[in-house]
Antibody, heavy 125, light 106 residues
Framework: EVQLVQSGAEVKKPGESLKISCKGSGYSFTSYWIGWVRQMPGKGLEWMGIIYPGDSDTRYSPSFQGQVTISADKSISTAYLQWSSLKASDTAMYYC??????????????????WGRGTLVTVSS | DIQMTQSPSSLSASVGDRVTITCRAS??????LNWYQQKPGKAPKLLIY???SLQSGVPSRFSGSGSGTDFTLTISSLQPEDFATYYCQQSYSLFTFGPGTKVDIK
């Protein structure tokens, strides 16, 4: 089965570090970009960044650049999202996604076709 | 950055209604527009990609149209399982989601 399996919920204190994971299976993990999407409580979806596990090429949303680090270990088909110093405002559900594409005569249309179930991160003193 | 807006932000409709949701980009994005559906407590699900292409397994009552800056998601006959929040997303320059449109029961 093609799927992204995310690590479990986390409860942390402000200032602590955290690394959550997303393991791909059922497809060639190194062939597709993996992204991260934040959803704060009761709010909409925000794209954070994306990584190509094949060579770890990474792009960030300007809103999240410098705030988080995205990485991947292709040997175990896993992508990561990490924080060095959490804030209460980092409390949210975090989804990993696979970027897929539609090729229309050489024009590539990108979209997120596969989603993990989400990792809930709660930051509270 | 490309900004996305959606209207309305919420709507109430009845089973069987035709529902239309609009998405607008702050600059032309050609057909680089996707639509997702999210139900409470669940991960979003892809409905439409490249503005009008129906994702495999998605019912044909869902359709998308538009290009440039203005796009539409239409549900031809609303079903009970369609009550959810719908998000548009541009993929012309990295990715940006719209703020969402919540569809609830009238």
């Amino acid at each position: 089965e093609v799927q992204l399996v995310q690590s479990g919920a986390e409860v942390k204190k402000p200032g602590e570090s955290l690394k959550i994971s997303c393991k791909g299976s059922g497809y060639s993990f190194t062939s597709y970009w993996i992204g991260w999407v934040r959803q704060m409580p009761g709010k909409g979806l925000e794209w954070m960044g994306i990584i190509y596990p094949g060579d770890s090429d990474t792009r960030y949303s300007p809103s999240f650049q410098g705030q988080v680090t995205i990485s991947a270990d292709k040997s175990i088909s896993t992508a990561y999202l990490q924080w060095s110093s959490l804030k209460a405002s980092d409390t949210a559900m975090y989804y990993c996604v696979r970027r897929y594409y539609y090729d229309s005569s050489g024009y590539y249309y990108w979209y997120f076709d596969l989603w993990g179930r989400g990792t809930l991160v709660t930051v509270s003193s | 950055d490309i900004q996305m807006t959606q209207s309305p932000s919420s709507l109430s409709a009845s089973v069987g209604d035709r529902v239309t949701i609009t998405c607008r980009a702050s600059q032309s994005i050609s057909s680089y527009l996707n639509w997702y559906q999210q139900k409470p407590g669940k991960a979003p699900k892809l409905l439409i990609y490249a503005a009008s292409s129906l994702q495999s397994g998605v019912p044909s009552r869902f359709s998308g149209s538009g290009s440039g800056t203005d796009f539409t998601l239409t549900i031809s006959s609303l079903q009970p399982e369609d009550f959810a929040t719908y998000y548009c997303q541009q993929s012309y320059s990295l990715f940006t989601f719209g703020p969402g449109t919540k569809v609830d029961i009238k």
